[in-house]
């Protein structure tokens, strides 16, 4: 147990469907954040949200909507996506987004496939 | 953030030391070293972090150079379920970063029985 737990753990989906990804943090932290990793690549950061409010949106397409109801549960609404889209999406929390020396805790990821 | 350089892949047996180095020859004075790691099929997993002076927790050590232009992350009994894509990363100061965590390709650490 990790302290931020994601579900699903694999999702498929068709490019017209609709889908959330969801994730719990157990950890008591202010800052969450979407990244994701596609194959052979670097991570990415996507969103991040301090406190509920989104503070950073990396250039990501409309596609994919954030949302953070409460500082402990964060989500990311997936509709109209692309075969590119498929990658493994992590979440991720940390005490503090401003402070460099916060480590951040990653949950496992959810394996996305577009098809 | 300022850029880090890894070697790509380093191999070692198990229950030796493991140095995994890191260059990081344009950090700012205020820029935290911080080390992560990443196993197959999981999320990373942070390791340690340090700033000026040598760190060390239960997972590893990390020796920071005087002139903090490389750092070097040190498992003292590397294990088969050490293996995985090590990252070095930098974080900068002041606030007003946000957690722009940016990982390169980092070092893929195979260890053999």
């Known amino acids: 147990e990790t302290g931020v737990t994601q579900t699903p753990r694999h999702l498929v989906m068709g490019m017209t469907n609709k889908k959330s990804l969801k994730c719990e943090q157990h950890l008591g932290h202010n800052a969450m954040y979407w990244y994701k990793q596609s194959a052979k690549k670097p991570l990415e950061l996507m969103f991040v949200?301090?406190?509920?409010?989104?503070?950073e949106n990396n250039s990501v397409p409309s596609r994919f909507s954030p949302e953070c109801p409460n500082s402990s549960h964060l989500f990311l609404h997936l509709h109209t996506l692309q075969p590119e889209d498929s990658a493994l999406y992590l979440c991720?929390?940390?005490?503090?987004?401003?402070?460099?020396?916060?480590?951040?805790?990653f949950g496992n990821g959810t394996r996305l496939t577009v098809t | 953030d300022a850029k880090t350089t890894q070697p790509n892949s380093m191999e070692s047996n198990e229950e030796e030391p493991v140095h995994l180095p890191c260059n990081h020859s344009t950090i700012s004075g205020t820029d935290y070293i911080h080390w992560y790691r990443q196993l197959p099929s999981q999320g990373p997993e942070y390791v340690i972090h340090g700033l000026t002076s040598n760190v060390n927790n239960r997972m590893a050590s990390l020796a920071i150079a005087e002139d903090r232009k490389s750092s070097t992350l040190i498992l003292h009994r590397a294990t088969l379920r050490d293996a995985a894509v090590y990252y070095c990363?930098?974080?900068?100061?002041?606030?007003?970063?946000?957690?722009?965590?940016?990982f390169g390709q980092g070092t893929t650490l195979q260890v053999k029985p």
């Open positions: 991720a929390s940390s005490q503090d987004f401003e402070q460099p020396n916060s480590p951040l805790h």
């Open positions: 990363i930098l974080r900068a100061h002041p606030s007003g970063n946000t957690g722009k965590l940016i």
């Open positions: 949200y301090s406190l509920e409010e989104r503070v």
